[in-house]
């Protein structure tokens, strides 16, 4: 009975052998990541926000074309906190696997992002680390900066599996690590061989061919984002110096146009200057229609304070655009220090250039009268008006501040000192220059 069905194995034996087969095959085809999609992204240059714009949409896309791996290739020096901490939740909200390939560098807010990727691979010349938080003026940050930032290197580490010392040690340099020979009171920088030994990389690659084939998609279809002319500007414009730069040509541009003839090239330059600063913003995605609105607004109301005096709508008009800027982003403390410094420079840049250039020489003597007529430099008028001074009496006309006033019943054509008076404000003439009638308004107190 044992022989009569032994032939029944045989059936048996073949499934299991092509099942087999087909066990060992299956692997091979996946290993080569044929019909697979990858992305590769690069971050570049420094981290703002423009850059967070840009990862913003190129993510967006990997996501919609069911990319099965993104790659970040990363070479930056770091960059702007809020933007790094933007772009880590980014990379959170990701389901996709993600790898970061440091070609270079990722220091500072670089290292903070690579720690977001599932896997670090890196160049066996870079380097990731020294990410002390900097100032704009090169002092290091407040003690409550350094605690905040600390704490989130050493989460984002933790969140990808990784000992959270070292990133920690990355953001403070008082942690001092002996076992690796670090220098004590410098952030820790880790190159290629101290990054795998402390498992903050899964290896070091020579190049983009070998990561795939270690990633297991050397047949893998590859789309390299690439960063529109629109977003490269969008990120220059973004950069916090730049952004500096702008206001401050800005500002200076309005206070040299005051000082000036009709409109020229300092009135152009302020316009275009807060042009691009709104167009950099736009594009980047941080300036919505509500900034344009109060832009416009501001300078409407600027330029009607040229035609209705009081100061209460040019008042208005500038707070108005300061306030266009801070919507335009959202690091109130970045956008402010700009603020700050553009104001320092445009006021300090004004007053020399009304002491040393406006009224005396330069090109600004060609286009503001600063002559006068006084008795001390040989001019007197055909009648003497001298007994003219203390006489009071009232303006008839808005004085802006020249107009007219009545004095017992004399009609005066006659101008204030520099300030507007209403119309039917009592006045006193305090200085004549020939024709010239000076007068001030009588407050309360001295009538």
């Known amino acids: 009975m044992k022989k009569r069905y032994s032939f029944l194995w045989i059936p048996l034996i073949i499934l299991l052998l092509v099942a087999t087969m087909a066990g060992i095959n299956a692997p091979t085809v996946e290993a080569t990541g044929a019909g697979k999609l990858v992305y590769v992204i690069p971050i570049e240059n420094e981290v703002e926000r423009g850059l967070e714009a840009f990862l913003r949409r190129t993510t967006n896309e990997a996501i919609e074309a069911n990319a099965d791996h993104i790659i970040f290739e990363i070479n930056t020096p770091g960059g702007a906190v809020d933007a790094a901490d933007n772009i880590g939740q980014i990379l959170q909200a990701i389901d996709i696997p993600t790898t970061a390939y440091i070609r270079s560098r990722a220091l500072s807010a670089g290292s903070y992002i690579a720690l977001f990727m599932d896997n670090i691979y890196m160049n066996p010349q870079a380097t990731m ?43 403070d340099a008082s942690i001092d690590l002996p076992e690796l020979n670090a220098p004590t009171g410098e952030f820790l920088t880790l190159g290629p061989t101290k990054a795998l030994e402390v498992g903050y990389s899964q290896g070091t690659v020579n190049h983009r061919a070998e990561l795939l084939t270690v990633l297991g998609f050397p047949d893998a279809t590859i789309v390299e984002a690439e960063i529109t002319p629109a ?18 040509l800005a500002g200076l541009g309005f206070v040299i146009e005051l000082y000036t003839a009709g409109f020229g090239i300092a009135g152009i330059t302020s316009i275009v200057s807060l042009i691009l600063f709104f167009y950099g913003h736009a594009v980047a995605g941080f300036a919505g229609f509500e900034v344009l609105v109060l832009l416009i607004l501001g300078i409407g109301l600027i330029i009607t304070e040229f035609f209705v005096p009081g100061g209460i709508l040019g008042g208005l008009g500038v707070l108005s655009i300061v306030a266009s800027l801070f919507f335009a982003s959202d690091n109130i403390f970045a956008i402010g220090m700009s603020v700050l410094l553009a104001l320092i420079i445009s006021i300090a840049a004004s007053v020399i250039l009304y002491k040393k250039i406006g009224l005396q020489k330069g090109f600004l003597r060609h286009i503001i009268l600063s002559d006068r007529e006084t008795p001390d430099r040989g001019y007197t ?43 039917g404000q009592p006045v006193e003439i305090v200085q004549v220059y020939g024709s010239r009638v000076v007068v001030k308004e009588i407050t309360n107190e001295e009538a």
């Open 381 to 423: 008028s055909a009648t003497d008006r001298k007994d003219w001074i203390g006489r009071k009496g009232t303006a008839l006309t808005p004085l802006r501040p020249s107009g007219t006033g009545m004095f017992d019943d004399d009609r005066i054509d006659i101008v204030s000192e520099g300030t507007f008076i209403k119309t």
């Open 231 to 248: 977003e490269s500007v969008a990120r220059f414009l973004t950069n916090s110096i730049v952004v500096s730069i702008l206001l401050t």
């Open 129 to 171: 680390g020294a990410s002390g938080i900097i100032t704009q003026d090169g002092n290091a940050a407040d003690a409550k900066a350094q605690s905040y930032w600390r704490e989130a290197m050493g989460s984002a580490a933790e969140a990808g599996g990784r000992d959270r010392i070292y990133a920690e040690a990355m953001a």
